[in-house]
Structure formats: structure tokens, C-alpha cells
């Protein structure tokens, strides 16, 4: 479930399945996932802000945040992937 507090998204998620989380870590369907969505006053910046919690797996809450930066105006980024065949890239690659 997701609202806005003084302009930032926040999402709240419970009942996951189990399984790894980003930057280590994992979930049961007790944890519950805190996300928070803010955009720069410039319109610049993404930053998302992540907060894990379960008691019965965590001490204490699991936290992380990516920052995002907005592409200049005419640029474009390119996807990019993994291929599980190859044994280099496999090295990378996060089972599911």
C-alpha cells in the first residue's frame, strides 16, 4: 500500500514469498518491506530508500538506498544483460 508524506511515495509491502533480498539478506512472509520514493527539488535526482524488517530473521531493520541520476536531455541508456550460458557472466548472476 502505497501514500505520499510531505511529497515523498511511501509503499509499504507485507506478505512476500520467500526468498533473497537486494544487498543480502532475506524474506519470509513476515517481513515487511518499507520503500520511500524521493525526487530532488531540481527534478535531477531519484533516491529510494529501503528498509527490511523481521523480527525472526533481523536484529535490526536491513537498510539500503540507490540514488539515480537523470540522463541529460537528448541522451538515452542502454539495457543491459546477462547471459546465465556464459561462464564469466554467470559469476554475476543471483540465483532466483
Known sequence: MGHYEN???????VGLVPGAVTA???RTPET???ERFEVSPDGKRLTIKYRWSDPK???????????LERLLEGSYALEEWCDASDPIEQQS????
Not at 536484529?59 to 540507490?66: G, L
Open 57 to 67: 530473521l533481523y536484529q535490526k531493520p536491513h537498510s539500503y538506498e540507490y540514488v
Open 32 to 34: 515487511h518491506l518499507a
Open 93 to 96: 548472476i543471483v540465483p532466483p
Open 24 to 26: 543480502g539478506g532475506y
Open 7 to 13: 511529497g515523498v511515495l511511501v509503499v509499504d509491502t
